[in-house]
Every structure is written in structure tokens, then in C-alpha cells.
């Protein structure tokens, strides 16, 4: 029995999407926080709380892209072609964001305004494409002889842009806990109490699209809701509720580190549950990983240096962690 190319690389593609989301989610959410700080200091801790590690996150971005161009090139080509517009508002936010890391820390008092209002844009637009671009994944693209066959406009609709404030809530989540785990004092009670009503809307933003996908579509329906698949899928609500109780109970209690750490086990929840949704599509909703590969000499290759390149990337995302653990404080600075 030969090895199952397509398999590895769906799974790599996999992993390295939910680690970008994880890793450039709370520093995206530190973001959209922004607005409910006013402090000077204290944006300056919540920046510098992801200033060393920031970038070293959207390496995941990267290697997503270029799985999917070189593991899965009709996937690749149709589904930007499909989502293009959104992308490209995705990677403006990013640049926005990006440019505004390093140039706040060194405007004077009077320009610094200009750098926060660019770092909050540009994480929110960046964030809110993300989750337009997830949407009308999700919704499904129209594939013909091979080519994409939709509209210029056709990821424009009211599923994907409530998708797109879903994930501006998702990720200000991510961002509110992160804080919780990285500051102290006044910011950190801040984030406690933003935390609750965040959660809150997350909760609704999940049961609104747990809801809204499968009345879309039947075959989603008839996956989540035919046995005997329902007892086996039945654990994932089960355990979206176990957790936001036990996020509830952690938040109340002014944890540290807990919030973060059930925030990371709800996105997991939720992308898991979209992998059941729409497995083994890799464009929604009739065309499969197999389907879409490339040769398998080609994703043979690719693999060989992929092996190579991933512990490597993984050792020094560890590393960057472990070297700036630990509470970040107004005496920490980033230059």
C-alpha cells in the first residue's frame, strides 16, 4: 500500500492554518483591544507583550500558502481566484499592522496617534477578511472544467461577513486572555472584566453558525445530523459548553493562565468542527484533497524538504516562547 501524499499534506496544511490562527490571533486581538485602552503605558505593555514574537507568528501564513500552491495547485489557483478581493484587504490590514509595530515605538507624542489608529484598522480589517474569506470558503465555490466559475463579488454575502465579525470576536478573545496570562495590575483586571462579555459573544457567534451552516447546506445537515454520526460528532457541542463553563468559572476567579489555555480549546473546538463540516473538500463543496493534488513526484519533493524545514520552524517558535515567558511589565521596552 503506497503512501497517501494528499493525506500528509492536507494534514500539514491543517496544521499550520490552526497554528497561524492560535499564534497571529491574540496578536491580532491585541489590536482590536486597543480601542478599550486609553493609557499610553498600557498599550505600550500590550504591544510589547507579542513585540518579540509578532512576526515569527505569520511564518505560519507562509507555509500555508505555499503547501497549498505546490500540494494542491487547482485548490491554490481556484480559490484565489474566488477570494481574492478579500485577501488582498487581508494582507493590506497586515501591512498596515505590521508598519505600525515599528514605527509607533519611535513617533513622538504627537504622530504616535497616527501608528495606534493604524494598528487598530489595520487588525480589524485584517481580522474581519480572514473571516469573510472562511465564509465564503464555506459557503462553497463553483468550480467548471477545473476553473473558478463564480462572480468577482460572489464571497459577498450576509454568512461571510458575519463570519468576518465572528472572528473579530474570536480573536479579541485570544487577545483578552493573552493579556490576562502576560500583564498585571490594572490592565489585567481590564481584561478580566472584558473577558466575560467576550466570551459571551463568542458563544452566540459559534451557536449562530453552528445553526446557519447546516440550515444552508443538506450535506453539512445530513453529516452532523445522520446516525450514526451524530453520537460520534455529539462530543464537540458537548465540549464547546464544558469549556465556556469552565472559561466562566476561571475569569470569575481572576486566573492567570487558565482563560488563555480554554480560549485556545475553543478555537481548536471550532476549527474541528468546520474539519467535519466540510472533510475531505478542499474546495466546498465537490472537489477533495484527492482530487486537487498535484503529481505525486511533486508533493513527493516538496515533502522531503517540508520534513526538513518544519522542526526547525517549530524549535525556534518554542524558543522565541521560552525566552520572552513570564509577565511583562511599564519597565519592559521594545526598540
Known sequence: MGIDLPLIWAIIIIFGVMMYVVMDGFDLGIGILFPFIKGEKDRDVMMNTVAPVWDGNETWLVLGGAALFGAFPLAYSVV??????????????????GVAFEFRFKATADKRHIWDKAFIWGSIIATFFQGVALGAFIEGIPVVNREYAGGGLDWLSPFSLFCGLGLIVAYALLGCTWLIMKTEGPLQERMHNLGRPLAIALLVVMGVVSLWTPLAHTDIAARWFTLPNLFWFLP?????????????KAIAR????TPFLLTLLLIFLGYSGLGISLWPNIIPPSISIWEAAAPPQSQGFMLVGTLFILPFILGYTYWSYYVFRGKVTHEDGYH
Do not use: D, E, K
Request: proline residues 6%; without cysteine; positive net charge.
Open 236 to 248: 464537540v457541542p458537548i465540549l464547546v459548553l464544558v469549556t465556556m463553563y469552565g472559561l466562566f
Open 254 to 257: 481572576n486566573a492567570h493562565y
Open 80 to 97: 484565489l481566484s474566488a477570494l481574492y478581493l478579500p485577501l488582498i484587504l487581508m494582507l493590506v490590514g497586515l501591512i498596515f499592522r
